[in-house]
Nanobody
Framework: EVQLVESGGGLVQPGRSLRLSCAASEITFSSYAINWVRQAPGKGLEWVSG????????VYADSMKDRFTISRDNAENMVYLQMTSLEPEDTAVYYC????????????????WGQGTQVTVSS
């Protein structure tokens, strides 16, 4: 069974940093683009960032591209989201999601989702 497991969330003060991790198993990891998607309390899903299979191409939502960095390690089946200068508006459950890569880094749907990790930005 394919599993995506996020970790690294927690409570952090505004302006601080966090690094989220997404561990994949039972998947041909290097064939999948990985995205981060978040859901703030009472709101819908918001796409955050995506990375292609080789890590050569990355994309970000406009509000995050100067603060967040996505990366991956195919040897370890891991994807990371480094988040800096966190704001209260970044409070959300963060999910990693995998899509078999056919050229899109912002797919309309995903093949697999993780269970999410909570990030709370508050003083």
């Amino acid at each position: 069974e394919v599993q995506l497991v996020e970790s690294g969330g927690g409570l952090v003060q505004p302006g601080r940093s966090l690094r989220l991790s997404c561990a994949a198993s039972e998947i041909t990891f290097s064939s999948y683009a990985i995205n981060w998607v978040r859901q703030a309390p009472g709101k819908g899903l918001e796409w955050v960032s995506g990375i292609d299979t080789s890590a050569e191409n990355t994309v970000y939502a406009d509000s995050m591209k100067d603060r967040f960095t996505i990366s991956r390690d195919n040897a370890e089946n891991m994807v990371y989201l480094q988040m800096t200068s966190l704001e209260p508006e970044d409070t959300a459950v963060y999910y990693c999601a995998a899509k078999y890569y056919r050229g899109s880094l912002q797919p309309d749907d995903y093949d697999y989702w993780g269970q999410g990790t909570q990030v709370t930005v508050s003083s």
